[in-house]
């Protein structure tokens, strides 16, 4: 009998961190060597680490960097994935099913086919168009290679002052690491509070907080140059109103998505700049491209809508789904409630769904309610105060977004919001939710469920 070998398909993976090396082993464990061969290329020098672990480890907390990788380039070249590192992708062309990469050592280029793609070019840090904002001593954080130069740049600078530009996650994690290295810290901020993902009220609690742990906010303030000395590094930062010194600086601004390969390609953006797919993360419209992690916009299960969110969380998830359905499986990414969690110093962040103006600009009528509670049992040693704000629907009662800003114990309690949310639970229904409860825990009432209680009595007196 005459037998003809079928050939192997290829997969490329354009970026080798969580989205894309989650969907590089996921389709690996489907499909061996002989069935898929997969080429993954990576612009950096690391693969598989936690970018959500950078300020911990420039502030202390996590002492060696390598503890930040959950797999090394060797791991997965052991699992037969050819991965190529220090090669950038310069040019996609799906018409005729190729990229062109080039080494970024020698500079050599090359096309490489493929029957299947997968991108997974993250996200890239907001650098204002400013004077100065590339000068020695300014310092982005986004990557493993970002936090070893601005620890380079700490051990060598003699001064002690830092400017922190921004404060969302990254600004406030590290102004967090920062004042963990004896810095004098100040946040240049041009929101009216910190963490514009919450609404003012609650940002307000976090500027109280930070002012407190020896940090000084600045909000309301555009940043308008870079100033340098004779030696032509950063020596402050420029406002409207004034200059503030400074021996580094680290840009907390936020991430747009890292698109500009696919828009050069034609393939389809959102709003945000991030690609759209479908529910089985495929890139609208291509069979055989998919699209995951930072560079891709979602669905948002509460207002419907789709956004833009930088999460860890996400890419592995999106990672998955993409490796089992290019591995020839089935699966789906059905979307996000817009879940976070944070801290600086002592001092937990979290929220989930709707801030105020997210329900305005969707058409949302909505109560919102805010509670004070404890962590644990008032009469419990070392209870802590916790601050808890919910939106509830007008009429329906739908819960919509819930905010949490307390001590410890207070950050992970949005989780039970977080399945509210994407269970479609009202807030009446959320207060019989069976929750744990011993007093070094909770209180009886759990500050949620006050919350919840609240944001139902209001919605039900509104009728």
């Known amino acids: 009998m005459n037998m003809s070998r079928t050939r192997r398909e290829r997969l490329v993976v354009i970026g080798g961190d969580a989205a894309g090396m989650s969907a590089a082993s996921q389709a690996r464990r489907l499909k061996g060597p002989d069935e898929l061969e997969i080429v993954a290329f990576e612009r950096g020098h690391f693969t598989s680490y936690s970018a959500c672990g950078i300020p911990y480890w420039v502030g202390g907390d996590v002492p060696d960097r390598d503890r930040l990788i959950a ?23 799906p018409d ?14 090359s096309w490489t086919p493929y029957d299947k ?16 904002m590339d000068v020695p001593g300014v310092h982005g954080v986004q990557t493993l290679d970002d936090g070893q130069a601005l620890l380079d740049t700490l051990a060598r600078t003699r001064g002690r002052r830092a400017v922190v530009v921004g404060a969302g996650y990254i600004g406030v994690e590290m102004a967090e690491a920062l004042i963990n290295r004896g810095y004098e810290v100040t946040v240049v901020n041009r929101g009216s509070e910190p963490m514009s993902t919450l609404d003012p009220d609650m940002g307000r609690l976090v500027h109280e907080a930070m002012e407190g742990l020896g940090i000084t906010m600045v909000n309301d303030a555009e940043v308008t140059k870079i100033l340098t000395g004779d030696d032509g590094r950063v020596r402050a930062v420029a406002t409207q109103d004034r200059d503030f010194p400074a021996d580094v600086v680290v840009l907390g601004i936020g991430v747009r998505p890292e698109t500009t390969l696919a828009k050069e390609a034609g393939l389809p953006l959102g709003t945000h700049g991030g690609l759209l797919t479908d529910r089985s993360m495929r890139v609208r419209g291509h069979e055989n491209i998919w699209a995951g992690g930072d560079c891709v916009e979602v669905l948002d299960l509460v207002s419907g809508q789709e956004r833009h969110i930088a999460l860890g969380t996400h890419a592995n998830k999106h990672g ?13 990414f059905p979307g996000v409630v817009g879940t976070a969690v944070s801290k600086v110093c002592d001092l937990e962040i979290a929220r989930t769904g709707l801030r105020e103006k997210d329900a305005h600009r969707v058409g949302l009528r909505f109560e ?7 962590s644990r049992a008032g009469y419990y040693p070392d209870a802590s105060p916790m601050t808890v704000k919910m939106l509830a629907e007008h009429r329906t009662g ?25 269970a479609g639970m009202t807030a009446e229904q959320m207060t019989t939710l069976d929750l744990g409860y011993a007093p070094p825990f909770s209180p009886v009432w759990d500050p949620v469920l006050v919350a919840a209680r609240k944001a139902a009595a209001k919605v039900r007196s509104s009728l």
Do not use: M
């Not at 789904?321 to 591995?327: F, R, S």
């Not at 739908?398 to 994407?422: M, S």
């Open 71 to 93: 797999r090394t380039p060797e791991e997965h070249r052991a699992r037969d994935i050819d991965l190529r590192l220090r090669t950038e992708v310069t040019e996609l062309d």
């Open 96 to 109: 005729r099913q190729r990229v062109r990469a080039r080494d970024l050592e020698s500079g050599a280029e």
């Open 117 to 132: 793609l997968v991108i997974a070019t993250g996200a890239r840090p907001i650098r204002p168009d400013i004077p100065g």
């Open 320 to 332: 998955q789904v993409i490796g089992t359905n290019a591995g020839g499986g089935y699966a789906t």
């Open 368 to 374: 919102a309610v805010t509670i004070e509670s404890t």
């Open 398 to 422: 739908r819960l919509l977004g819930v905010q949490i800003v307390g001590r410890e114990g207070a950050g992970k309690r949005v989780d039970i919001a977080a399945v509210a949310l994407t």
